[in-house]
């Protein structure tokens, strides 16, 4: 009874709701106190004046760099949809990257997740069963993210002089080579795994996730998920040269590897909000180490956003004009 009476006064809802907003706070507190840390060793006369220097035209070719990105992750997404998709169902090419347009500004705008939520829900308003849509979005990002480690293990064998990391490399080795090893292993247990799951009720879902890894990773599509991967995260070592030279810095290629290690590694921490705060505070550490200036590193950091954020403006007003209904229909 007394269970029973809790459970009427904090229902299950209401405490996940209470959960969310203790999360977002908290995201919000750590945002906030990364910069005010950051704002104690900065002048905030040389942040303004190296502001007014900046060449916008640099930061346009960044934004460009970035929105390419929207269409190139459609057709990777649009690869593993239809891999995993029940038979004679395709997702329609144009649909998908109204879709990634969307979910890319509204990624920006709510956390990250939320912005994956409405990628799965408007997939499925085109036809496509909920636990494809689920899957295909889980299968996505963790192809981008395994990418990344992947990418970040090689970047830090280039003679850069940023690739110590400040001291950190030893630790990133040690963490994103475990993390690979640790999916090679499920990969080649994964005919072994699948069966296994697929016995019991609760973990039919994981045997389906699974599953769908396989026929994307060890299936036809997989040769056109990884180069595309590649296309999409070579697109964003460029635009953080970009940045760069908006901001007089003549980084080599090398550098710029570095920095978009950092930068994506950093967003998968999901302690902030959208990752700001503590990227910056990650970039300053690193470049501050090489003598740069924590203005100029501060300022790198923040248009760097700046610019992650205006690439995602043309999904706003795919929002505005996109038709679920239509684009069901012409599917």
Request: hydrophobic share 55%; aromatic share 8%; glycine share 10%.
């Amino acid at each position: 009874m007394a269970d029973s009476a809790a459970d009427i006064e904090n229902p299950p809802s209401a405490r996940r709701g209470g959960s969310k907003i203790l999360l977002a706070a908290t995201k919000i507190l750590i945002t906030a106190g990364c910069f005010w840390y950051l704002s104690r060793q900065i002048d905030t006369g040389a942040l303004l004046s190296g502001l007014s220097r900046m060449d916008l035209w640099w930061l346009s070719a960044a934004t460009l760099l970035l929105m390419l990105e929207i269409p190139l992750v459609a057709l990777r997404w649009r690869a593993i949809v239809n891999a995993i998709a029940q038979r004679g169902w395709h997702a329609p090419a144009g649909a998908m990257i109204a879709i990634a347009a969307i979910s890319a500004f509204f990624s920006q705008v709510v956390p990250g997740i939320a912005g994956e939520g409405i990628r799965s829900w408007l997939l499925v308003r085109l036809g496509c069963g909920w636990r494809t849509g689920i899957s295909s979005v889980v299968v996505d990002r963790a192809v981008g993210v395994g990418l990344l480690l992947v990418l970040t293990l090689l970047i830090l064998q280039l003679p850069s002089s940023l690739s110590a990391l400040g001291g950190f490399r030893d630790l990133v080795y040690a963490v994103y080579g475990a993390c690979l090893l640790l999916g090679v292993v499920a990969l080649t247990l994964l005919p072994k795994l699948i069966p296994l799951l697929a016995r019991y009720r609760y973990s039919r879902w994981a045997a389906d996730l699974l599953e769908s890894v396989r026929c994307v990773l060890l299936g036809r599509s997989a040769a056109i998920v990884l180069g595309i991967g590649l296309a999409v995260h070579a697109l964003t070592i460029l635009a953080i040269w970009c940045v760069g030279r908006a901001q007089g810095l003549a980084l080599p290629l090398g550098d710029a590897s570095v920095l978009f290690a950092i930068v994506l590694g950093v967003a998968l921490v999901p302690i902030s909000v959208g990752g700001w705060g503590v990227r910056e505070l990650a970039v300053v550490t690193v470049l501050g180490r090489h003598g740069l200036p924590a203005e100029q590193a501060l300022l790198f950091s923040v248009c760097f956003g700046f610019v992650l954020a205006m690439s995602s403006l043309p999904g706003g007003i795919t929002w505005i004009f996109y038709s679920a209904d239509k684009a069901a229909a012409s599917t």
